[in-house]
């Protein structure tokens, strides 16, 4: 019953905010789908809302709102297109929802409407957009298509981006009896070309305490090396890890790695230029992007150099992504007389190729803050004046520091209102195969498994029994 007693209280909660983050503690659970199913309902009966939006793929939104606006019939061959997640979210209940939402619009005054606010996946977005150009400018078409061809060749889209970059171990062992304060100090030289975005530097730890340095991207020359130096206290330490890094672009050499341990010199046998990078966390879902070498070329003190070379074609397919987006506002200047809503398709279009690929590159490393970009856009352009359901994980959905929730709250205010569903028990199936949550122990966070990115998943200790 989409108007049950039950909802009434979630209704007053939402009151008259036009915009509803629909929070789900984990991904791929049916029950969660059923309840945001029943709320939207509920919401379209008693509060007036419209518009159902859900965290997957812009461009396959809008082919399953054209299936709910009676635009197309081949609901199936819609949820048989596989992308990023979809197993989490195509589901019986999904389905059953967008029968019911074309049914609805049957006889509706206002029609409802779907959509989808992720960015993860730009090939969909650029075919649609070389459709429309097709019509308009075969040429563009033409070298949008190309252009396209030559970002999807570093692959990878649909991931999750390897944030630790590159990264390479070197363990120290530290004295085991030795007096004074235990400062630990470690120096390494360091040198960039071509490095415009991100960072570059190295972390001493020893377990109780860590130190970074890691020099802006401006203060490393490339004709010059430029000493960097940490310092920790290590008192009990038997053992400290310098973790050599680079989350940036270009190239970053690294050599002349120096301890010292209250003054007396370590040993320090590590032969920087033959290390390699760790694996990436979750190998199934990234991509390395980093390739390492010894650099003759360039020497620190008379030594071969550890050379950090970002794979070049990722900043050459954010200039395509770049360019793709000035070839569209060119074609709209040039065709003034198109309609207002086939041109802010296109612009729509170009601009989800171009958060792909700058959440691919780790140009933009927040994927949040393009989920509230996206949401935004339906609020205030997209659909204007409707009332919004927006379902996706929790995480991103609650008025989070540097979260979706979060962006939305301070671009809305009070007119965006959020609800969340947690469960202490049961199955789900998250980015792979099924799992249990058990009400025993409830740990903060799940371990991250090979086949399942963290799940971010937190209890509330009074629904437990």
Do not use: C
Request: hydrophobic share 40%; no cysteine; charged share 25%.
């Amino acid at each position: 019953m989409a108007t049950g007693e039950d909802l009434r209280a979630l209704g007053e909660w939402v009151g008259e905010a036009p915009l509803v983050g629909l929070g789900e503690g984990e991904h791929g659970t049916h029950e969660m789908h059923r309840l945001a199913d029943r709320f939207f309902r509920y919401l379209v009966a008693e509060r007036g809302f419209t518009v159902f939006a859900l965290e997957i793929d812009s461009a396959h939104g809008a082919l399953l709102d054209d299936f709910v606006t009676g635009r197309r019939d081949d609901l199936d061959e819609i949820l048989e297109r596989r992308w990023w997640a979809s197993e989490v979210f195509y589901d019986q209940a999904l389905r059953e929802l967008l029968l019911w939402m074309r049914a609805y619009n049957t006889e509706a005054e206002e029609p409802l409407r779907f959509a989808g606010f992720d960015l993860k996946q730009p090939d969909l977005a650029a075919e649609l957009l070389a459709e429309e150009l097709e019509r308009l400018a075969p040429g563009t078409a033409k070298e949008v298509r190309a252009l396209f061809a030559s970002m999807a060749e570093i692959g990878g889209y649909g991931g999750v981006p390897d944030f630790g970059g590159f990264r390479s171990i070197v363990r120290l062992p530290l004295p085991p009896d030795r007096e004074g304060e235990g400062l630990l100090r470690v120096e390494l030289g360091m040198r960039a070309q071509g490095m415009t975005m991100g960072s570059a530097g190295f972390q001493v730890s020893t377990g109780a305490a860590r130190a970074t340095s890691s020099p802006l991207a401006e203060e490393l020359p490339a004709d010059q090396w430029r000493p960097s130096l940490a310092e920790i206290p290590s008192p009990d330490a038997t053992e400290v890890e310098v973790t050599l890094f680079h989350r940036g672009n270009g190239t970053v050499w690294f050599d002349g790695l120096t301890a010292s341990l209250d003054g007396r010199a370590l040993e320090v046998a590590a032969n920087l230029s033959s290390l390699q990078p760790e694996p990436p966390p979750a190998p199934r879902l990234q991509l390395l992007d980093y390739k390492a070498k010894a650099a003759a070329e360039v020497s620190y003190r008379g030594r071969l150099s550890l050379a950090v070379e970002r794979d070049p074609r990722l900043d050459a397919t954010l200039d395509a992504a770049a360019r793709i987006v000035a070839l569209v506002e060119k074609e709209l200047r040039i065709h003034p007389e198109l309609d207002i809503a086939a041109a802010r398709r296109m612009k729509r279009l170009a601009r989800l190729v171009e958060q792909a690929v700058a959440w691919r590159t780790l140009a933009q490393p927040n994927r949040d803050v393009f989920l509230a970009e996206n949401l935004t856009w339906l609020a205030r352009e997209g659909h204007p004046g409707s009332r919004i359901l927006a379902l996706a994980h929790a995480s991103h959905s609650e008025k989070l520091p540097r979260r979706m929730g979060g962006f939305l709250a301070e671009t809305h205010g009070p007119d965006y209102r959020t609800v969340s569903m947690y469960s202490v028990a049961g199955e789900y199936r998250g980015f792979g195969s099924l799992r249990t949550l058990e009400t025993g122990d409830r740990p903060e966070v799940l371990p991250l498994a090979p086949d399942r990115v963290r799940s971010n998943v937190r209890y509330l200790a009074s629904l437990a029994p």
